[in-house]
């Protein structure tokens, strides 16, 4: 055999381990070569009469993450070109056959005569754990990093490797629907009490459990290719199966709006597959696979939330001649509610925190926020309480600024309020010494207007913050005038050591998610004073692929924020740069019936002590009329809150905020969760085409008002064709 990516031994009672340990990777992923490998595995441990059976494990600390998903890309642009070259037809069959392989692969591993079996420690997904499955014994470790599960649906695929048949055969039908619709990671225990693993064992003895089990069982075969083998939830067509596939749509409809062809996917291969021999089945799910695998939805999908996040996360931004920062001690300077969990997330990457608020009993507050989350974690069994103290012992809450000393990173969260930001800025540069970055996580006011006030402008950088900061894994890096690239190196060495993803955007009021995300609530509250009824703006929102709709959205943010930006923008831009229909809802909702949103539980929804919120009755009030729900057309709803968002994400294109359609993308999603399937903002005009989307913007103009008017740059690249990927990616080729 010739193996690069295992080691193979067999003992003396003829059981082989195959060690998948890749050279030159961290995490063991599923490649071509790693494929014929394997291939050639099952064909040496039939051939070799000796060998009883064989057991695959892992040389990493983790057992595989999955297929390298670059390799699928290659896949869907091979399509592309053969279907160029020799037509649809031609292209067709060899994606079906291509992107059948590994299915295949499984199959010959589990039917191949004799048995293998998976000794799992770490994670194991996707089609590392497709793998698995086709394994007639799967032992886990009872180690907490260990878990399995199939997460493809997260970058628009569904588990096309046998997962769909495996798994549904495996487990009763419900269970395995939600594992796969989720893209759940299941732990040791639960994965045994499920039916997915066999045993939990310690690490150490994993490989020798799943030896003894080969050794005990050279005859096992699996539970599909037995005779008389019963479907965990009984047939689909029976009284039990009647009773799961009804709801298993409705529930589809509800997380999906129909939006992600993945899902839907699952949903039908699974159905159809459990009323077929194994065969057959898997036939059933390759020919979906390879259907999604070509979607516009999948291609975006994985392109941002995978390709284009990873690239962000290693750097694709930093300046490359400025050498790793040895970030040590950061100071958070407010220890109110972003200060605390900034705090939080950069005492657990490990680093020291000095947190300073006026009071120490302010600062104490601040850190008591970290006590809360860690405990919180304890409660769950993610953390011990000695994580606990060794957290807290990392932050120190004082009022003085001397502490500050010895800082690399100060990250200011104090008031919105130049003045008092200005005066932050003096007492920290009088306390540090020059080399110190200081990031300010303002979200509304323009960084160069702050860095005037600095000493050492070079050293001022904006890090904005999305809260909950220790849920939300996108930070703006902001660059003002006078950014130095020491400045942004740290700014990115630090977001990567809190294991967010960073964004770099240039200077301007908004930056660039608050911008976008402002147009979706501004859409809202214009549609609302058309008299649109508020419960079909919230449904539109959501169908359109949005977390929450968004009057939602703007009582969790606070109603009174929305107004003191709208005041701002006008007192600083003039009457002509807000709408007057939005000043006048925001204005009634807070000054004249004090909803604030759901800090004080009245907002766009009354928020009960008990029981789930509701739409506030007095809205009608406010609005005057209301449109009678048949006149509402929900389709065009949902392009308007679609398209507000990606038209201003073009414009700060235009405008050089954002300069990366990858950051913009993915700022889109991780930032303000713009429809996931669509790949984000500037994907989602690329996938409609340039000239589509500026005729709908055109249209929507018309009916709607200027503010759907598409910029100078769209309609230059809805005359020539140009997509933003095609552009930038020229750019980079230049
Ligand atoms: P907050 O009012 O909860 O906290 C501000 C804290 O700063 C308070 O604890 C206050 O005591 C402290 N402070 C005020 N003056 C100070 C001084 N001179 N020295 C030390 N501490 C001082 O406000 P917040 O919501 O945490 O916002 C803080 C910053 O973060 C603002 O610039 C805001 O625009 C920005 N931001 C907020 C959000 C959000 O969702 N709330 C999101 C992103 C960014």
Sequence with gaps: MNLTNFRFETDADGIAVATWDMPGRSMNVITPEVMGELDQIIDAVVADEAIKGCVITSGKESFSGGADLTMLQGLRDLY???????????????????SRKLSLLYRKLETCGKPFAAAIHGVCLGGAFELSLACQYRVVSDDASTRVGLPEIKVGLFPGAGGTQRVSRLMQTGDALQMMFKGEQVKSLPARNSGLVHAVAPRADIVQNARDWLKANPQATQPWDQKGFKLPS?????????QIWPPANAIYRRETNDNYPAARAILSAVYEGLQLPIDLALKVESRYFAKILRTKEAASMIRSLFVSMQELNKGARRPTDVPPSKLKKVGVVGAGFMGAGIAYVTALAGLEV??????VEAAEKGKAYSHKLVSDQIMKGRAKTADRDALLARIKATADYADLKGCDLIVE??????????????????????????????STLPITGLAETSLRPKNFIGIHFFSPVEKMLLVEVIMAKKTGKKALAMALDYVRAIKKTPIVVNDTRGFYANRCVGNYLREGHLMLMEGVPPAMIEAAGKQAGMPVGPLSLNDEVAIDLALRIVKATKAQLGPGAIDPAQEKLLTEMVETNGRLGRKNRKGFYDYPESGPKRLWPGLADIVGGRLAPELVDMEELKQRLLVTQALEAAKTYEEGVVTDPREADVGSIIGFGFAPYSGGTLSYIDNMGAAAFVKLCEKLAKRHGERFKPNRLLKRMAKTGESFYGAAEKKAAA
């Design 80 to 98: 592309v070109k053969l279907a160029k070259e020799k037509g649809e037809q031609v292209a067709l069959q060899s994606f079906f056959d291509e």
């Design 234 to 242: 009984n047939k689909v067509h029976s009284p039990a199966g009647m």
């Design 354 to 359: 000095v947190l300073i608020d006026r009071d």
């Design 413 to 442: 969260a104090v008031f919105e309020d130049p003045k008092v930001k200005a005066e932050v800025i003096a007492q920290v540069e009088a306390a540090v010494g020059p080399k110190t970055i200081f990031g300010s996580n303002t």
